[in-house]
């Protein structure tokens, strides 16, 4: 009985060790993606890392000639498009690993 406790905690324990290393693994891969994110008419795009850390921001001659409201706007727009597209990636790849590691999805 005691045998097959100890091999069912080393199997749990290497299991353990496996998350953690893809887990790393898929951070790293997030951090060095990068997401863009635009405006409408594609005069503002943001660019976000995967782990939603800005990255840059740039403005057309068109965009600053709307005056400092409506840039504002805009800016706000492709930030969310950027963070909208970086947390599906992360979703998307999350979801594979947990399905590559034989974990339920949800």
């Given at each position: 009985m005691f045998g097959n406790m100890q091999n069912l905690y080393e199997t749990v324990k290497k299991?353990?060790?496996v998350v953690q290393v893809e887990a790393v693994r898929l951070?790293?891969?997030l951090a060095a993606a990068?997401?863009?994110?635009?405006c409408?008419?594609?005069l503002i795009k943001v660019t976000l890392s995967g782990n939603q850390q800005p990255v840059r921001t740039e403005i057309t001659e068109a965009a600053m000639e709307l005056g400092a409201e409506k840039l504002s706007?805009?800016?706000n727009e492709a930030y969310k498009d950027a963070h909208q597209?970086?947390?599906?990636?992360?979703k998307e790849r999350m979801s594979n690993l947990a399905q590559?590691?034989?974990m339920p999805q949800g």
């Open positions: 299991a353990q060790t951070q790293k891969e990068e997401f863009d994110g635009y409408e008419g594609e706007l805009l800016i597209k970086s947390v599906q990636a992360m590559s590691l034989g």
